[in-house]
């Protein structure tokens, strides 16, 4: 079983030296993951364990320990390898809708031109050769999006203002860019486990409702019943005050394997609003106008292909045009009908977000504007603040060496330690 990527990258950000409080502080994860997944990862990847004198213990990684991993594990190279391709995939499927737009049109626009020609080449057949080509210019720019120099003109562009291109543009105009809230389950528990951190392992419950969503009512709400996901998730105790309020501290995020900045804190955990889009308005209408000429055209073209007759004398591109037809008139409809259902659908989700933020939002000037009695019991959960960081002082055993060698050279550290108290005894 390949290690947690959450894991191997906490443990790089934390500088390879960590213990199971500063993983779970800097992933989120509840500790029993972050204990055994260290455990997995210091196990496939050559890391050692220094024990300090109180028990506490603290994993060593070499720096090089995704190398080792990757030549250990196919899973590891095969996903790197996938990742790649499908960036490369997924950028295909983006353009692709734009693409097909484009031929759409170009289809249909030509489709109808060759029909009405020939319908008149009669009157005037000479006539036919010069409406043909006007059908050309229908998009004078398709062959700048597709010149070999677009993605240079692009990159200098995107150094002033990261824009879309057209393709990317229509895309992003269907279906949108994705949920920005993607990470909101790890954003919550990790910012969450900062609070407790920050707070040195000791916190009273209105501080971390500003992080969470629903606390309950009424006596769900009094007795903290929202309280018992974040306990289990860091393997918090609950202690009782002398006036009857219930404090949290949690003993593993109150051992750190070094001294550790202290990351800027939000005072609540807020939601992103959905976006329509990431094109710009021009780019917008523009989609939107070549999706209502493409649906208008494929109506024109399906009043025109009743005669069949006319269409079988062309034949060529237009009989391909009719044999296709109502996969035209469905891409049509679908272009303008789906941006039109997302619009209604992101409206309502974000009155949802807005109401959630201000929940949250509203729990933080709470805790911001705390009364005494939030004061006292704030002030009581101190008691129970710890910050314990070891040092290479405290360690008393680790497997980066052999025993034998860490008994001799703690017993070298004693006697020279004897050694000092003599001299100075003997000095007075």
Known sequence: MAPNPTIMQAVEQLGYRVTVGDVATQSGLNVAQANQGLLALASDAGGHLQVSDTGDIVYLFPKNFRSILRNKYLQLRLQEWWKKVWGILFYLIRISFGIFLIASIALISISIILMISAANSDRDSGNRGGNFSGG??????????????????????????????????????????????????????????????????????????????????????????????????????????????IVYYFPELQVSAGKKYHQPLSAYLEEFPWRFSAASSGQIMLSAGLGVANFVGALVLGSLLRDGTVAAQIGGLVAFAHGIYWVLLAYGTGFLVVPLIRYFWIGWRNRKIVQRNGDRLSRARQLASADSGLQQKIAYAQQFAAEKVLSDEDLVYSTETDLLEQEVERSQQIDAEWQKRLQRGSGE
């Open 136 to 245: 050309f210019f229908f998009f004078p720019d398709l062959f700048w999006y597709l010149s070999p120099d677009y993605d240079t003109r692009q990159r200098e562009r995107r150094r002033e203002k990261r824009d879309l291109n057209f393709f990317e543009a229509v895309f992003s105009f269907l279906f949108g860019d994705g949920n920005p809230n993607t990470k909101l389950e790890e954003r919550r528990w990790q910012e969450i486990a900062m609070v407790i951190h920050h707070n040195q392992g000791a916190v009273v419950a209105e501080q971390i409702a500003p992080y969470l969503d629903d606390i309950g009512e009424g006596s769900a709400k009094e007795y903290e019943d929202y309280m018992l996901p974040v306990l289990t998730r860091f393997n918090g105790q609950p202690k009782v005050s002398p006036e009857g309020e």
